[in-house]
């Protein structure tokens, strides 16, 4: 049974820095492509980037391109996503998922961008 534990969100300044991770359980994480999707208050679930099992190809939401990185830790069965250069429309609830609409997802991490 597949289990995403979503963590490191919190309230940051625009053009702050956050990093979250995802501890994966109950598959063989690295054997998985991962995603990370977000959803912002009042809207649809949105695709926000992807890793393949041994990191070899990233691909990133064109709102999202040079401001986050996705890596992973095959080893921790743990996903991450460093998030700089921080905007007030990256405010959202961040969910890890095994899929690019929210596949499996846990509960989720909240990030505030506000000044």
């Not at 309230?11 to 990370?36: D, K, N």
Request: hydrophobic share 35%.
């Amino acid at each position: 049974q597949v289990r995403l534990v979503e963590s490191g969100g919190g309230l940051v300044q625009p053009g702050g820095s956050l990093r979250l991770s995802c501890a994966a359980g109950g598959f063989r994480f690295e054997t998985w492509v991962m995603h990370w999707v977000r959803q912002a208050p009042g809207k649809d679930l949105e695709w926000v980037a992807f890793i393949n099992p041994n990191s070899g190809r990233t691909v990133y939401a064109d709102s999202v391109k040079g401001r986050f990185t996705i890596s992973r830790d095959n080893a921790k069965n743990t996903l991450f996503l460093q998030m700089n250069s921080l905007k007030s429309e990256d405010t959202a609830v961040y969910y890890c998922a095994t899929n690019s609409t929210g596949g499996n997802r846990g509960q989720g991490t909240q990030v505030t961008v506000s000044s």
